[in-house]
């Protein structure tokens, strides 16, 4: 298996607080790699140092071997990485389906004057995006007038548009009711995996990354605790301590 | 014996008497006339007068029937809107029939920006105050009249007077306002004494800005360095604060000050005695002239009832202006027969007039530009006088500083002989 | 109501009242001119920048068509529209390759202290520009017809309300093309744009660029129409004039910044010609659109869609 994104030895610090003390961490082709850990300790920060948003003090990010750490983020997205976010980000004054189109338009052809946005072509590939994840009858809806589970599903759905090679996903159920929670999770790694994306997932819902990560990866105050398969993670004693909890 | 000669030129004398006044009866209700001046911010302290001149006049025209009978109209525009409204504000009032003339403008830039106007719209216009020597420099303008006088009579004069009263000037300071009316007057008076006395100096050349309002920092540079002489175009709400700030800080205690425009302002602030003032053409202070005339005593006593005020030179320039309509109307009427002018007949009247104003003479050019003669004199008291006086006055004929036309006006001006000053009339001359 | 019959119908009405009143004609193109600029100022709106300097770019055009009569003997009508254009353009490239960095309160005072230098160039450089007397602007040729001064005038209205609807589909296309979306994405989300691979920073040069140059065209028509080109122009007070035609026309199309740029002339030149206390009246109007169309004047015909920014 070859490495897709790579960390090594990643350092910042904010004020007294040190987010990220020494991270190693790599994410293969193909695979479905989960972040577990508790609140604070830097898992946002990391994918924003990943993704250009931060640069790190110490420590080099790489894509394909290649280092992309000092690249600002709209570099790396044309790259191939997207991301889809803790507080859903979205262009509120527009509709959901231009919401898409925008991010077709990017991949397709930002700088074509002559064609408008909401042409048949972009049209059909949201629209199509867009059932996948049930959010079909809100197409024409202002981003802002939608519920709050709905936004997350269109945050999501705005990153796969994109069509990236690594989709990194933060705490994608949150918010989203324990009924449709497997559903949407269902949905999402299928799509992954058919089109062949590599997805990195924050996550808190420990069921969630049972069934659905190929490793996991324990955070604690700002550097891997521990790796491995579920499975051996979750039997951790160290982990079930610090990050699980007694059942 | 009747002959059908005699009964064909009786028809025809009886048809004509008929049709005259027939013809006549083709007058207007109201003869339009559009006025331009400032009426709001710190320029209407010069523009005010204008302003209430033309009211005056308009009532004593109207109250002797009118010109030809037909009673005057007037629409004022407010110069204050700035250039742009000014222009749409005239073409507005030229593409209505009604307005036969304009009385247009009191700053350059807007004298400058209206002319070809004029001659586009052929509306016949008399710039009551664009003396600005650049109007016709560059293009001819049929309908703009500028019956009042140029800057450059205007400014050679004072030169003239200067070097008449002070022959040895070595030093000489500006200050002048920063825009066009400032920077060509400072040109024009250097020029001047340069060719009547080589060998003086500008020491210092300020040009604050138009509504600066304080003059404190140009005050201590204009003592700084000691000039004889402090030349100022400054004008209105300016001059104003400018005399005010400089008078307790002995400015013109050290230094001759010459105040181009200082006849406007000098029932608004307390002039220094010994200042040289002027009125930009022939105005009525203190002018034997003006006092001769019964017109202008009248003019000038009812225009204080009303007022408050004595009329300074913006008003006089206004009043006759009104005036050259007046002539001009009268003047094309006796020539077609008592017809009511069209706007072409009035501006073909305006040409080459030599009109009788309350002041003097308006003598128009072949180019519409206006030959005034030039009072100069320089502030005093007198007693049993009521409120500022100006002395040892002189009056210069207006072609004797006036610049030929067509030829560049700064250089003809770098022509003038030495000698010019001592041939003139001289200072104390005009009683 | 449906747009294009409404669009063709007050253009029509437009014509047909100059010939009832002929003085219309010379209000009308210039209305015409800042209605141009406005909308240039609309465009930067929509991506949530206000700019208090854009009237930059209109002394820009105008001058640019002043020197280009003067010193480069050119008198063409369309040419020195183009000359005008690309000048614009170019000066809204370069100084919006500055600004765009900038957002909110700095992007608005770096406009207005850019717009204020020009003033201050053109105000003190009295041997090249005029200083604040200005410059002459002679009645242009027509493909080399010489036109005298009146039938210019009426061929520059037909000639600006020919602009105003290019410039009107030109903008429209632009708006709905994916360059135009972005920039109404560009005040909501930031961030969510960079994250798309879209570079904001090229997003909004764009915007400023068209924006320059639709106030530039104005510029010279304006130039052409006044015959006489002022450091005035440029002043921060004629930028804030065209916020306000702007958003007192209505940002959410494009009709908005003419109908603006329309009443507020209207109301000015019937104002002053009736009495001195016109700026009262100016302002009483003004009150009563804002408290009556909040959504400016186009909401009179044009009741809010969904998506609409305004």
């Given at each position: 298996m070859t490495v897709l994104?790579?960390?090594?030895?990643?350092?910042?610090?904010?004020?007294?607080?040190?987010?990220?003390?020494?991270?190693?961490?790599?994410?293969?082709?193909?695979e479905f790699l989960a972040i577990i850990g508790p609140n604070g300790s830097g898992k946002t920060t990391f994918l924003n140092l990943c993704t250009g948003y931060i640069r790190p003090s110490e420590g080099e990010v790489y894509l394909d071997g290649k280092p992309i750490t000092r690249l600002p983020p709209r570099t790396i997205a044309r790259k191939g990485i997207a991301r889809a976010f803790q507080i859903p980000q979205l262009f509120l004054d527009q509709t959901v389906l231009t919401n898409l189109m925008l991010a077709i338009a990017s991949r397709e052809g930002l700088w074509q004057v002559g064609k408008a946005l909401g042409r048949p072509a972009y049209r059909d590939e949201a629209m199509a995006l867009l059932a996948?994840?049930?959010?079909?009858?809100?197409?024409?809806?202002?981003?802002?007038t939608l519920p709050e589970g709905r936004r997350k599903l269109v945050d999501i759905a705005i990153a796969l548009a994109l069509k990236p090679r690594l989709v990194l996903l933060d705490e994608p159920t949150s918010g989203v009711s324990a009924l449709e929670r497997f559903a949407l999770m269902e949905t999402l790694m299928g799509a992954l995996r058919q089109a062949k994306v590599s997805a990195l997932f924050v996550e808190h819902d420990m069921d969630v990354v049972e069934r659905y990560a190929d490793r996991v990866v324990v955070w604690e105050a700002g550097r891997v605790m521990a790796e491995g398969k579920p499975e051996a993670v979750f039997k951790d004693a160290r982990v079930i301590e610090n990050v699980i909890g007694v059942a | 014996m009747i002959s059908y000669r005699n009964i064909l030129c009786s028809a025809v004398a009886a048809a004509a008497l008929l049709a005259g006044p027939a013809l006549a009866e083709d007058k207007p209700a109201a003869l339009g006339v559009g006025v331009f001046s400032f009426t709001s911010g710190g320029t209407a302290a010069y523009g005010k007068p204008g302003r209430d001149a033309a009211e005056l006049m308009i009532e004593r025209i109207n109250a002797k029937g009118g010109i030809g009978g037909v009673p005057l109209s007037a629409t004022y525009v407010d110069e204050g809107q700035g250039t742009e409204g000014v222009i749409a504000e005239y073409r507005k009032l030229a593409g209505d029939a009604a307005t036969e003339v304009m009385i247009a403008a009191l700053s350059s830039g807007n004298c400058m920006a209206l002319a070809p106007v004029s001659d586009q719209m052929k509306v016949p216009t008399v710039g009551w105050n664009c003396d600005t020597h650049q109007l016709y420099l560059k293009d001819a303008h049929p309908y703009f009249f500028r019956p009042n006088g140029n800057t450059v009579p205007e400014f050679v004069a004072?030169?003239?007077?200067l070097i008449a009263v002070k022959p040895d000037v070595k030093r000489i300071a500006i200050i002048n306002p920063d825009y066009a009316f400032g920077h060509d007057a400072a040109k024009i008076f250097t020029t001047a004494i340069k060719a009547f006395k080589p060998d003086v100096e500008v020491v210092a050349e300020l040009f604050p800005k138009l509504g600066a309002g304080t003059y404190q920092t140009e005050i201590s540079r204009l003592t700084a360095a000691r000039p004889d002489v402090i030349f100022s175009n400054l004008w209105g709400g300016d001059l104003e604060n400018f005399v005010r700030q400089a008078s307790p800080r002995g400015l013109f205690r050290s230094s001759q000050a010459v105040l181009a425009l200082g006849e406007s302002s000098m029932q608004n602030v307390q002039i220094p005695e010994g200042v040289i003032v002027g009125v930009l053409g022939d105005g009525w202070w203190m002018s034997p002239d003006a006092a001769a005339n019964p017109e202008t005593r009248e003019f000038a006593e009812a225009y204080k009832a009303k007022y408050g005020?004595?009329?300074?030179?913006p008003a006089m320039k206004m009043a006759n202006s009104f005036l050259y309509v007046q002539a001009a109307y009268d003047k094309a009427m006796a020539g077609n027969g008592g017809k009511w002018p069209s706007r072409d007949e009035v501006a073909a009247a305006m040409k080459g007039s030599e009109v009788k104003t309350l002041t003097g003479t308006m003598q128009t050019r072949a180019d519409n530009d206006g030959v005034v003669d030039q009072i100069i004199g320089v502030t005093a008291k007198a007693d049993g006088h009521d409120g500022p006086v100006i002395g040892d006055m002189v009056r210069y004929k207006g072609a004797d500083l006036m610049p030929p036309a067509g030829e560049d006006p700064i250089a003809w001006i770098g022509t003038l002989s030495a000698d010019l000053p001592t041939k003139l009339p001289q200072p104390g001359s005009y009683k | 109501m449906p747009l294009l019959p409404l669009a063709t119908g007050a253009i029509i009405a437009l014509v047909a009242a100059t010939f009832a009143f002929p003085w219309l004609e010379f209000v009308l193109t210039l209305a015409i001119a800042k209605g141009l600029a406005a909308l240039g100022v609309a465009i930067l709106l929509r991506g949530g920048l206000i700019s208090i300097g854009h009237a930059m770019f209109f002394a820009i055009g105008a001058y640019a068509t002043a020197f280009a009569m003067r010193d480069f003997g050119i008198t063409d009508v369309f040419a020195l529209i183009l000359i005008s254009a690309i000048i614009s353009l170019v000066a809204g490239l370069l100084i919006g390759a500055f600004v765009v960095r900038y957002?909110?309160?700095?992007?608005?005072?770096?406009?207005?202290?850019?717009?204020?230098?020009?003033?201050?160039?053109?105000?003190?450089?009295y041997g090249v520009t005029g200083g604040t007397d200005g410059l002459r602007v002679g009645t242009p040729t027509v493909l080399g017809m010489v036109l005298e001064a009146k039938g210019f005038a009426t061929f520059l209205f037909y000639a600006a309300i020919a602009a105003m609807v290019l410039a009107g589909l030109a903008v429209n296309a632009y708006f709905k093309s994916p360059l135009g979306?972005?920039?109404?994405?560009v005040h909501t989300n930031e961030i969510r744009l960079e994250y798309l691979g879209i570079p904001v920073r090229g997003v909004l040069l764009v915007a400023y660029g068209l924006s320059a140059l639709l106030a530039g065209i104005g510029g010279t028509f304006a130039a052409m129409t006044i015959g006489h080109v002022l450091p005035d122009m440029a002043y921060w007070t004629d930028s804030g004039h065209l916020v306000l035609v702007a958003v007192l026309g209505g940002i959410s199309g494009i009709g908005g910044p003419f109908v603006g740029a329309a009443f507020l002339e209207l109301v000015h030149t019937l104002a002053a010609g009736v009495t001195d206390a016109w700026n009262m009246i100016v302002g009483a109007a003004l009150l009563g659109v804002i408290f009556f169309l909040p959504k400016g004047l186009i909401g009179f015909i044009r009741p809010t869609k969904k998506g609409d920014l305004a």
């Open positions: 994104l790579e960390a090594k030895n990643l350092h910042i610090t904010f004020g007294a607080v040190k987010a990220a003390n020494g991270v190693d961490l790599h994410i293969d082709e193909g996948m994840f049930n959010l079909a009858d809100c197409a024409p809806t202002l981003a802002s | 004072y030169a003239a007077y005020k004595w009329p300074v030179f | 957002r909110a309160i700095f992007f608005a005072m770096l406009n207005l202290a850019i717009s204020m230098v020009l003033f201050s160039l053109l105000s003190k450089f979306e972005a920039l109404s994405a």
